[in-house]
């Protein structure tokens, strides 16, 4: 399973963004999809998931503020994110779980900045 992440931005205080991930290869494996987030020197951290019937699960810190959804047919999941905080600054990674493991992409940069 490879994932490509896109839609990292400069966003200012206030502002939304969606982030998209599109996956390839052993799509038909995955079960579970998600978005963490890492700060330089800390752990990463769980933003939300998505189950194959789109059911999701949000992190208190972005509940109310942040959306995750999932296209199975363009094998893809987004998060949309709106009314972002200087906290929300950080590499934004898509992850993939399988029955047997998990994959992830290569990151992409969300700075929120006036």
């Known amino acids: 399973v490879q994932l490509v992440e896109s839609g990292g931005a400069l966003v200012q205080p206030g502002g939304s963004l969606r982030l998209s991930c599109t996956a390839s290869g052993s799509v038909l494996s995955i079960n579970t999809m998600g978005w963490y987030r890492q700060a330089p020197g800390k752990e990463r951290e769980i933003v939300a998931t998505i189950d194959k019937a789109g059911i999701s699960g949000i992190q208190d810190a972005v509940k109310g503020r942040a959306t995750s959804s999932r296209d199975n047919t363009r094998n893809t999941v987004y998060l949309e994110m709106s009314n972002l905080k200087p906290a929300d600054t950080d590499v934004y990674y898509c992850?993939?779980?399988?029955?047997?493991?998990?994959?992830w992409g290569q990151g992409t940069q969300v700075t929120v900045s006036s």
């Open positions: 992850n993939a779980r399988t029955w047997a493991r998990q994959y």
